[in-house]
């Protein structure tokens, strides 16, 4: 019995010892937590979408408690009303946000071009993307299998003739598809945008108009009719700087004078917004 005690009372002894530094260390050396963080990471919707740019809701919410010129209008998904909510945490001016939603840069669909190889495999964009760049003729469409639709919270996006379609009503703006998206089709538009490009193929316009009837073919036609200087064509696609196009004299005149019809007029304002 002696030796028992002999051998667990030393050690009980430095299991105090232990325990005693550790929670002298968790006083010393602990970070203090701003107190207004609780209100303000319960304000955020917790999508973790990393469409304010910080990593996650926590990220975000540590960032406006910590650094009082963060803005309050970052959280694309939780629109005006949870920007609403912050500056009243915070105590700051109310910020509005710029409501943003997805959209797919392709019109690729069964109607206008045509798949190149049978596809037998995992049912993935990513994976379908590592055999030849897909089963489509453009390796710059949309590959079809629907990776953005599985990642998409709110169940916006379908896949419509062999092409992700997304509902501007449903989309929240998180961006989650567009992180996915192995060839980076999808993109976030504010919502107050009327015309769209409905393609991204870099291909030259002899190339892409073997592949897919309604892709961009650089014609510059879009460039050339725009009043405002909005629209020009980079690497044989044309690009829309929507920072130009706004008030335009000649509303959706590119789209109009588009020769394959790969610039769009869309309504992406989403009902849900507007509550």
């Known amino acids: 019995m002696e030796a028992i005690l002999t051998a667990v009372i030393p050690v009980v002894i430095i299991g105090v010892i232990c325990a005693a530094v550790l929670v002298i260390a968790s006083k010393v050396m602990a970070v203090k937590e701003d107190e207004r963080f609780p209100a303000v990471r319960d ?3 917790g999508a ?14 540590k960032a406006l408690c910590e650094n009082p010129e963060t803005p309050t209008n970052l959280c694309i998904p939780g629109a005006d009303s949870v920007s609403k909510q912050l500056s009243e945490v915070l105590g700051v001016e109310f910020a509005d946000v710029v409501e943003q939603v997805a959209v797919v840069h392709c019109s690729g669909d069964c109607e206008h071009t045509q798949d190149k190889v049978d596809y037998q495999g995992i049912e993935s964009c990513s994976a379908a993307k590592l055999m030849y760049g897909g089963k489509g003729s453009c390796t710059f469409g949309c590959l079809g299998l629907g990776d953005c639709a599985a990642v998409c919270p709110k169940d916006a996006i379908c896949i419509e003739n062999g092409v992700a379609r ?3 009503r449903d989309c929240i703006g998180c961006g989650l598809c567009a992180k996915t998206c192995p060839n980076h089709l999808i993109s976030l538009v504010a919502d107050v945008e009327r015309v769209v490009v409905a393609c991204s193929s870099r291909d030259k316009g002899a190339v892409t108009r073997k592949v897919c009837s309604g892709g961009c073919i650089g014609c510059k036609k879009c460039e050339k009719v725009c009043p405002l200087g909005a629209v020009k064509v980079e690497n044989n ?3 829309i700087d929507y920072d130009k196009c706004h008030d335009c004299p000649d509303f959706a005149i590119c789209a109009r004078s588009c020769t394959t019809g790969c610039i769009l007029v869309a309504d992406l304002k989403g009902y849900h917004k507007a509550k």
């Open 43 to 45: 304000c955020l919707p």
């Open 48 to 61: 973790n979408c990393g469409a304010c740019g910080f990593a996650g809701c926590d990220g975000y919410a």
């Open 166 to 168: 997304i509902n501007p």
């Open 237 to 239: 696609l044309a690009v």
